[in-house]
Nanobody, 120 residues
Framework: QVQLVESGGGLVQAGGSLTLSCAAS????????MNWYRQAPGKQRELVAR???????YYADSVKGRFTISKDNAKNTVYLQMNSLKPEDTAVYYC??????????????WGQGTQVTVSS
């Protein structure tokens, strides 16, 4: 069974930086895309950043120029470098991945979430 384990959340002052990591494991054949979502209290979960197997990258407008997504294919790990953090970035951040566990069997998995709190 595919597992995604996140780390790196915490409390930071506005203007500060954090780096989130998410490692995928569990019989993975290939990964098509790895994504970071976030969900603030009372709000819907939103896609923050996405990186695909061919390194196509997407950022939400709200984080462009401040966040950087990257990945280490050998480790099945995705990172989210977050700079110039703002109080409105406060949320639970979730890692998500989709791919294959065999040539014909897809998977889609979620991490448990990691809290990011930005104080003003």
């Amino acid at each position: 069974q595919v597992q995604l384990v996140e780390s790196g959340g915490g409390l930071v002052q506005a203007g500060g930086s954090l780096t989130l990591s998410c490692a995928a494991s569990g019989g993975i054949f290939s990964i098509h895309a790895m994504n970071w979502y976030r969900q603030a209290p009372g709000k819907q979960r939103e896609l923050v950043a996405r990186i695909t197997s061919n390194r196509s990258i997407y950022y939400a407008d709200s984080v462009k120029g401040r966040f950087t997504i990257s990945k280490d294919n050998a480790k099945n790990t995705v990172y989210l470098q977050m700079n110039s953090l703002k109080p409105e970035d406060t949320a639970v951040y979730y890692c998500n991945a989709d791919g294959l566990i065999s040539p014909t069997a897809p998977f889609r998995g979620w991490g448990q979430g990691t809290q990011v709190t930005v104080s003003s």
